[in-house]
């Protein structure tokens, strides 16, 4: 299934397409963020976090809400998820995989799913998000350094991956001539910006999804996909 950007009129100066991805899962417990993976890909709060509330007695749905506003945190693949993954960002109840050709959202994976591994065993819960007639060999590339870490202590120590660099932002030059995507957000949601270069046609942005069982608008010309485990929308773009 395909569905086009709304086009809108270009612009003397770059204008940007901003798409917001919200999340909603059928799954009623979901994942806390956290910046470390305890074993059996189990989230861990950070430690200021369970500190202040043990002392301040801070129910679950303030600590929710603190995390909730976080910036979604894009992490390199260095080894933790499939080879041709390039950058991983994960929220709550849900996962991104970035690769040069496709996005892939996963929703209600563990930390330690790999995407592969996930859909022998729940295909339903992906979606697979990719640009109709884009360049396949344009390259992503992280900006941003956030200052935390990521780390994996799953299994054998020789199975770990520690230190990995987490960053507020990753960008997808030249997808199409002229356009460049920036990935953002935070725990709630996943953005994409798309900046059009003066001169160049937006309606040249098409998306395509598979995976998805529906595809409806609603009144508010937000875009609902439906899938077998939850689904996702995609808000109306806004130009600016």
Same mark, same amino acid.
């Given at each position: 299934?395909?569905?086009?950007?709304?086009?809108?009129?270009?612009?003397?100066?770059?204008?940007?397409?901003?798409?917001?991805?919200?999340?909603?899962?059928?799954?009623?417990?979901?994942?806390?963020?956290?910046?470390?993976?305890?074993?059996?890909?189990?989230?861990? &709060?950070?430690?200021?976090?369970?500190?202040? @509330?043990?002392?301040?007695? &801070?129910?679950?749905?303030?600590?929710?809400?603190?995390?909730?506003?976080?910036?979604? !945190?894009?992490?390199?693949?260095?080894?933790?998820?499939?080879?041709?993954?390039?950058?991983?960002?994960? /929220?709550? /109840?849900?996962?991104?995989?970035?690769?040069?050709?496709?996005?892939?959202?996963?929703?209600?994976?563990?930390?330690?799913?790999?995407?592969?591994?996930?859909?022998?065993?729940?295909?339903?819960?992906?979606?697979?998000?990719?640009?109709?007639?884009?360049?396949?060999?344009?390259?992503?590339?992280?900006?941003?350094? &956030?200052?935390?870490?990521?780390?994996?202590?799953?299994?054998?120590?020789?199975?770990?991956?520690?230190?990995?660099?987490?960053?507020?932002?990753?960008?997808?030059?030249?997808?199409?001539?002229?356009?460049?995507?920036?990935?953002? /957000?935070?725990? /709630?949601?996943?953005?994409?910006?798309?900046?059009?270069?003066?001169?160049?046609?937006?309606? !040249?942005?098409? &998306?395509?999804?598979?995976?998805?069982?529906?595809?409806?608008?609603?009144?508010?010309?937000?875009?609902?996909?439906?899938?077998?485990?939850?689904?996702?929308?995609?808000?109306?773009?806004? @130009?600016?």
């Amino acid at each position: 299934m395909k569905s086009s950007a709304t086009p809108f009129r270009a612009l003397g100066k770059p204008a940007v397409a901003a798409f917001c991805l919200v999340c909603v899962t059928c799954v009623l417990t979901l994942a806390l963020k956290s910046q470390n993976v305890r074993a059996g890909g189990t989230p861990a &709060l950070p430690r200021n976090v369970l500190s202040q @509330a043990h002392s301040n007695r &801070l129910s679950s749905s303030s600590v929710a809400g603190y995390l909730s506003a976080l910036p979604l !945190a894009f992490e390199p693949n260095q080894g933790q998820s499939s080879d041709g993954v390039k950058y991983i960002a994960r /929220g709550a /109840g849900y996962t991104v995989f970035f690769t040069p050709s496709e996005t892939v959202l996963v929703l209600g994976t563990s930390s330690s799913t790999k995407p592969a591994e996930r859909a022998a065993t729940h295909p339903s819960d992906i979606l697979r998000m990719s640009l109709a007639g884009a360049d396949a060999s344009a390259d992503l590339a992280a900006i941003d350094q &956030l200052p935390g870490k990521t780390n994996y202590l799953i299994g054998p120590r020789q199975n770990w991956h520690t230190s990995i660099p987490n960053f507020r932002r990753i960008s997808h030059r030249q997808v199409y001539p002229g356009i460049d995507i920036y990935y953002h /957000g935070t725990e /709630g949601q996943l953005e994409e910006d798309f900046v059009v270069s003066p001169g160049t046609d937006p309606r !040249a942005i098409q &998306l395509a999804f598979e995976g998805a069982r529906t595809l409806r608008t609603n009144s508010d010309r937000e875009l609902r996909i439906g899938l077998a485990g939850g689904s996702v929308t995609l808000r109306a773009p806004v @130009a600016y």
